[in-house]
């Protein structure tokens, strides 16, 4: 439970996440580790620096929270954040390097490993290309489409060492920091009511427990989870300039992890005002009509530049100079309209139906991704596979409670807004992401897991039996259709 002797504020809970990467900077700036070869040369060692390092910056954590936590839960959490770093590794050094005929995780490239391998090439000639901090911020990449990942795993690998697997014990420790955050937005959203499950649940969801190498979703995470407590806290301390102010900063920041991310903390706040800030909602009505007259009209009067194919729109920008609100509407309806997806034969089958119907197909796909639950048994990351798709069974059991507190009538507003906020991701992921794929959707699941603060146990037994058997018919059904219709 919260103490009542300490104020949890916006600029407490960024500087703490800001402490990991003031870590991270001294160390790849000063090489003070990176500068032993013997270290920084030598796989295990080189990991072994990365992993006590992480779990210092961690004791920095639990010393402090100790005082504001329940001392048991930080406990789990620091058993968990210690278990989640040790598979991980075992995985990799035990399964995946055998599997891809690699001798270290230095020799990740992307025939074998595939997103993770591009990841690796692209940070170490990011690395080459800028080598200092100022450089990174403002350098001009083309050949990685996620600059925030090759930042933040930048400063790992010069930190101690260019192994790939450096970056497992900061991504635990990522992990552990955001389950917390979300256990202080869990009792700002419950009438401050006691609940350590969120921050167990949160952290255990195997999407993010057990995770491939250089994985930027859980920064994405993080850094939504930053936008929720900003959103939520309501200390009379916080001036809402600031909360405004840490918000554009937060936005910016996504934009280099996932661009049509970059929105959402914004749109978190404006919704949250639109509910509770009566002396707002009138203007925000206002601007937001304003808005979306100006982008009808915008639209209209540009149409014939704006409604063209992918083949049109490079004839174009070779005889005409759009502004950036003309490339921005542009590009959406490219993606949105013309953009293939892909995902094997099953999604082209979908692809081909009627847009609304194909629309509406694609959100049901997103919402019980990943599916099908199964991969070639030859497949590399079988395993990893295998665990993610585990995922499902939790993401029912969310659903399954959600649907019992709509029921019951127990929905309340600080509920209804985190459904809001998880369907606005899911529309996202519905009209801009080109592949069917479950990364689009599980940065949403962590939130959506903050409606679990009332479940029973007696529930959780219930809706896994529900979940269990709606994910055995499912698959059922899957075959059936693939069977007849490709």
């Known amino acids: 439970m919260l103490s009542k002797k300490k104020n949890i504020n916006n600029i407490n809970v960024l500087l703490s996440v800001l402490l990991p990467l003031a870590i991270l900077i001294f160390f790849s700036s000063t090489s003070i580790i990176y500068s032993i070869n013997f270290i920084s040369k030598n796989e295990i060692l080189s990991n ?63 025939t074998a490993a595939g997103d993770s391998g591009l990841a690796h090439v692209s940070i170490l000639k990011f690395i080459s290309e800028a080598p200092n901090l100022i450089g990174k911020l403002f350098h001009n990449v083309n050949y990685y489409n996620n600059k925030g990942t090759l930042i933040v795993y930048s400063l790992i690998y010069e930190s ?37 499950l969120i921050p167990v649940a949160i952290f255990i969801l195997p999407a993010f427990f057990f995770t491939p190498l250089l994985y930027r979703d859980i920064y994405i995470v993080l850094f939504l989870s930053l936008s929720l407590f900003i959103v939520f806290n309501n200390n009379e301390n916080t001036k809402f300039y ?16 996932r661009k049509f991310y970059f929105i959402l903390p914004i749109i978190f706040f404006t919704i949250y005002q639109f509910f509770y800030n009566i002396k707002l909602r009138k203007l925000i009505i206002l601007i937001v009509a304003i808005f979306i007259s100006f982008l009808i009209f915008y639209t209209l009067q540009n149409s014939e530049l704006i409604f063209v194919n992918s083949t049109e729109t490079s004839l174009q920008l070779g005889s005409i100079n759009p502004d950036p609100l003309l490339r921005i509407i542009q590009y959406a309806q490219l993606i949105i309209i013309h953009g293939e997806r892909v995902g094997g034969d099953f999604v082209t ?21 990943p599916f099908p639950w199964i991969q070639n048994i030859d497949n590399p990351n079988i395993i990893y596979s295998f665990f993610i798709s585990l995922q499902i069974f939790f993401s029912f059991i969310i659903y399954l409670n959600l649907f019992s507190l709509l029921k019951s009538k127990k929905l309340n507003k600080n509920y209804l807004l985190i459904v809001i906020y998880f369907f606005i991701i899911c529309l996202l992921a519905t ?12 940065a949403g699941l962590p939130i959506l897991s903050l409606t679990l603060a009332n479940i029973q146990l007696t529930d959780i037994k219930r809706y896994s039996v529900y979940s269990f058997t709606l994910a055995i018919t499912l698959h059922v059904l899957y075959f059936v259709a693939k069977k007849f219709l490709i």
């Open 48 to 110: 072994l620096s990365s992993f006590l390092i992480a779990s210092f910056v961690w004791l920095l954590f639990y010393n402090k929270l100790r005082e504001i936590i329940d001392i048991k839960l930080l406990n789990l959490i620091t058993c968990l954040f210690l278990t989640k770093t040790i598979i991980n590794f075992l995985y990799i050094y035990y399964f995946q390097l055998n599997l891809f005929d690699y001798g270290s995780s230095n020799d990740y490239e992307i």
């Open 160 to 196: 101690f060492g260019n192994f790939p697997t450096n970056t497992i014990p900061w991504d635990s420790l990522v992990v552990a920091i955001y389950s917390l955050i979300f256990y202080f937005i869990s009792a700002f959203i419950n009438n401050n009511q006691k609940n350590n």
């Open 349 to 369: 089958i979908l692809e081909n139906q009627n847009f609304f119907i194909k629309i509406f197909l694609r959100f049901c796909f997103f919402l019980i991704s």
């Open 242 to 257: 600031l909360k405004f102010l840490f918000l554009i900063i937060l936005s910016l920041i996504l934009f280099f992890f």
């Open 431 to 442: 009209f801009g992401a080109l592949q069917f794929t479950h990364y689009y959707i599980m």
